[in-house]
């Protein structure tokens, strides 16, 4: 049984009411019903802004997510960006001027990806289909099938024995499959509890190693050339009576910094782990399932009620937080000069100051929510939205931005 975590904590507040009522699916939402959102969005106020976005270009690349929570984002290549549609439509678009490159419509449903590295596009489905295209012209080369849905990024890898594609399935499967040719390497199941939420942390590749955050509070980090753990820790045990008390997921793409590995757990911890041994240095209560950077000398972590915090990576003391995005369903938080960026449910990118979390200005880039983090390019800003809207951005001063505009700031069509 898994969770959307499209609303994770408003889904967790109803669920116990909707395990009752039909435990053949986790869908009951009252408020999806016509029940009063308990937790709702915070409106937006006027800012006096300090920063703005000034569009470069905007332009629409296909159906975006259809409306679920994926792990379609942007990937970029050698002056070019990649972008991939729920109903399977993949596109390649020239990133100085939005110009599109080509199109290819695969006919998949999409739902992780793209990643890209030297000739290769990698995908995943959610039908469990690992799907690789050719950059040039998005041909297909190859298709292999795991058996179960995909909702982190595939990865490649570099190794001596040959490139690998390193994939983390719904189940929390782990395969390896050669790049070249789709076939598969070898694989390893974590058993998974009961419950958990949707989706699947995205494998961070370190040389020979990938590191992997699985269901139960775990990390792992595992040799490419086997599928073994070298160590698995549990970053956070999970806690509570029931099984929906107990879910604590990594689900959050793990951040290394020299010998240091930073994550992050629903229901759980913010935490700092030794990469040789995968003992825990320090852990502080947080929960997050969106993710987080870390900058210079600063963590930034989205966490469940869509705070945006700051914390010192040396022992996680917080720094600062910022409230007034109170559940909108903040992404991960991207960071350009001495700005933080979020983006949320209704489309906007929010601008804080790196220094003390202050909002500094927003704008509209799309029509659908802003599930990805943005994607810094130099001082260019790419932002997919869940509506399939493409742009870039640059950083400029601004003034008063009102509390809300009736269309996108720049052109979305």
């Known amino acids: 049984m898994r969770l959307t975590p499209r609303r994770v904590p408003i889904l967790l507040a109803f669920l116990v009411l909707g395990l009752g009522l039909s435990l053949g699916g986790c869908s009951y939402i009252p408020w999806l019903a016509g029940e009063k959102d308990p937790r709702p969005p915070s409106e937006l106020t006027p800012v006096a802004a300090e920063q703005s976005l000034t569009p470069l270009w905007s332009i629409n690349t296909g159906k975006g ?27 390649a678009v020239n990133a100085s001027d939005g110009r599109v490159l080509w199109q290819r419509d695969t006919g998949l449903p999409l739902s992780g990806g793209p990643e890209v590295a030297g000739t290769r596009l990698v995908l995943g489905t959610t039908n469990g289909e690992l799907v690789a295209l050719a950059v040039a012209d998005g041909s297909e080369l190859w298709r292999a099938q795991v058996g179960s849905e995909i909702l982190s990024i595939p990865r490649l890898a570099t190794l001596p024995a040959g490139d690998q594609v390193i994939l983390h399935t719904l189940n929390d499967s782990i395969f390896g499959f ?12 974590f058993q998974a509890p009961i419950l958990t939420l949707r989706g699947s942390s995205t494998p961070l590749i370190l040389g020979d190693y990938a590191l992997v955050g699985v269901s139960g509070g775990r990390l792992a980090k595992v040799e490419l050339a086997t599928g073994l753990p070298e160590w698995i820790t549990t970053v956070t045990p999970p806690r509570g009576r029931s099984e929906l008390e107990r879910i604590a997921d990594l689900n959050a793409t793990p951040v290394v910094a020299g010998q240091t590995i930073y994550v992050a757990a629903y229901n759980g911890d913010l935490a700092a782990l030794d990469l040789t041994s995968g ?6 209560a947080l929960s997050s399932y969106a993710g987080l950077i870390l900058a210079d000398d600063t963590l930034y972590v989205t ?47 929010h601008l804080l100051a790196r220094g003390d979390g202050r909002l500094q200005g927003r704008a509209r880039l799309a029509k659908g929510a802003i599930q990805a983090p943005p994607l810094v390019l130099g001082g260019r800003i790419i932002v997919l939205g869940a509506d399939g809207t493409l742009s870039a951005s640059t950083l400029g001063t601004g003034s008063l931005v009102p509390a809300a505009t009736p269309t996108p700031t720049g052109s979305v069509p």
Do not use: C, M
């Open 65 to 91: 997510t259809d409306g679920r929570r994926l792990s379609l984002v942007p990937a970029h290549q050698n002056g070019q960006l990649f972008v991939a549609d729920a109903r399977g439509l993949v596109t």
């Open 178 to 189: 050669n790049a070249a040719s789709g076939e598969q390497l070898w694989h390893y199941d």
């Open 279 to 284: 003992a825990v240095i320090w852990r502080r």
């Open 303 to 349: 966490d469940a009620d869509d705070l945006v915090w700051a914390a010192k990576p040396d022992d996680g003391a917080g720094l600062w937080k910022q409230e007034a995005l109170r559940y909108r369903i903040l992404s991960a938080p991207a960071v350009v000069g001495n700005t933080v960026l979020v983006g949320d449910l209704e489309g906007y990118v």
